[in-house]
């Protein structure tokens, strides 16, 4: 099988990273391990340059079309001027919701080689392996009203809406109970039912899904401030953890400093299986274009690497092929290959080319 990718570097270190995981894409294709045809487009800044718009119709069209989407970064000074409406990240939001990619899975994993670059000490994080089921689509980031009116004093009031369906919570709840089968069968559900009408909902929900189909997996509800904690205190003791979309980012962004480096980690956001048993996905790295450093060959590629190997486990099934791409990155680290983010004591500090090489490298050794 050849599968179709649509690469879309955006701006910033994105065409950078971009870069390494074509020649990864290569190398693969050269290894027989798996085959692509991969067409490029623009989004974010670059394609506000030449559309006017930071995601052009033919372009959506093109990742529709896809079988997977590789996206680096978007966003950068030079667009900051630009009408809310077109800035860079739209296109990157009109992509997930025109897409319907609704779970974001995002790994935090540490590398034994990276430990001691961890917020925490290194017996707490070594080995860690947890993966954020995050809902994308819904909750508080796009509940209605939102807005802010003034008071016939002249203040003002902000108004957000958190807003949960039943089916918004079983088709994540289905995800992460599928990952957790694949791992060690473990979730924990995160929320704040004691205060919120949409955690009580959610806990009902997830509780269900577990209870009809998934008696197999074991399921643990933790309350979204007590989790934060735990994440800090004690994070090994979580495998698979779901949550919606306000309480996955904090806790996906608090989980990350556990492991070293914003360059080191890959996402995936994935939308729902349909008739053909296919699902539309886009793999990108947490970070941002990183504009303080690019086109300098200082930006990490590990993590749009990794975001690839997150697209041949999960759109694919080609898991071997991601375990031997996911084990590569591993022995370049352990070979000591750094870039300068994730540099220590007696490491060998190369640019973006040479991490993609290291890897290469690696790949071509195992
Ligand atoms: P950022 O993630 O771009 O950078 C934060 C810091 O981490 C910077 O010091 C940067 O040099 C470093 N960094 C990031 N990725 C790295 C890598 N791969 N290797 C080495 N160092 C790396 O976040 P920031 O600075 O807040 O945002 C910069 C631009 O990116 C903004 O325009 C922002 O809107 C956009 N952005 C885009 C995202 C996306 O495309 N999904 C996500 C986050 C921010
Ligand atoms: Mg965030």
């Not at 978007?74 to 319907?100: F, S, T």
């Not at 796009?142 to 089916?167: H, N, W």
């Not at 060998?348 to 490298?361: L, N, P, R």
């Amino acid at each position: 099988t050849t599968y179709k990718l649509l690469l879309l570097p955006g701006d910033g270190i994105g065409p950078e990273v971009m870069a390494q995981v074509e020649r990864v894409v290569g190398a693969l294709r050269e290894l027989g391990i798996a085959s692509f045809e991969t067409e490029t487009d623009l989004v974010g800044g670059a394609a506000i340059d030449v559309h006017g718009k930071p995601l052009a119709d033919e372009t959506l069209a093109r990742a529709d079309a896809a079988d997977a989407i590789l996206l680096g970064a978007v966003g950068g000074p030079k667009w900051n001027g630009v009408a809310y409406e077109i800035r860079p990240e739209a296109g990157l939001l009109r992509l997930r919701k025109d897409l319907g990619l609704f779970a974001n899975l995002r790994p935090a994993i540490c590398y034994p080689a990276l430990a001691d670059a961890s917020a925490l000490k290194r017996d707490l994080v070594e080995g860690l392996d947890i993966m954020i089921v995050r809902e994308l689509t819904g909750g508080v980031y796009f509940g209605e009203p939102k807005e802010i009116t003034v008071l016939e004093d002249g203040s003002k009031r902000a108004i957000d809406t958190q807003v949960y369906t039943t089916g918004e919570i079983e088709r994540i709840a289905h995800v992460a109970f599928d990952l957790a089968r694949k791992r060690s069968g473990r979730v924990a559900s995160a929320e704040k039912h004691n205060v919120m009408k949409s955690g009580v909902l959610w806990k009902e929900v997830v509780t269900k899904v577990h209870a009809e189909h998934y008696t197999d997996v074991e399921l643990e509800h933790v309350l979204a401030d007590n989790c934060a904690m735990q994440l800090v205190r004690r994070p090994k003791q979580f495998d698979v953890l779901v949550t919606d979309n306000l309480f996955g980012d904090i806790l996906s962004d608090a989980a990350a400093m556990l492991t070293g480096s914003l360059g080191m980690l890959p996402s995936a956001s994935l939308g729902a299986v349909d008739a053909r048993g296919t699902r539309k996905a886009l793999y990108e790295p947490v970070h941002g274009s990183a504009p303080d450093i690019a086109g300098q060959d200082l930006a990490n590629p590990l993590a749009m690497i990794g975001s690839l190997a997150m697209c041949l486990r999960y759109s694919f099934g080609l898991g071997e092929a991601a375990d031997l791409l996911d084990g590569a990155i591993t022995d370049a680290l352990a070979g000591g290959a750094r870039t300068r983010d994730i540099v220590g004591p007696g490491a060998k500090v190369v640019g973006t080319a040479g991490m993609g090489e290291a890897v290469i490298t690696a790949l071509k050794a195992r």
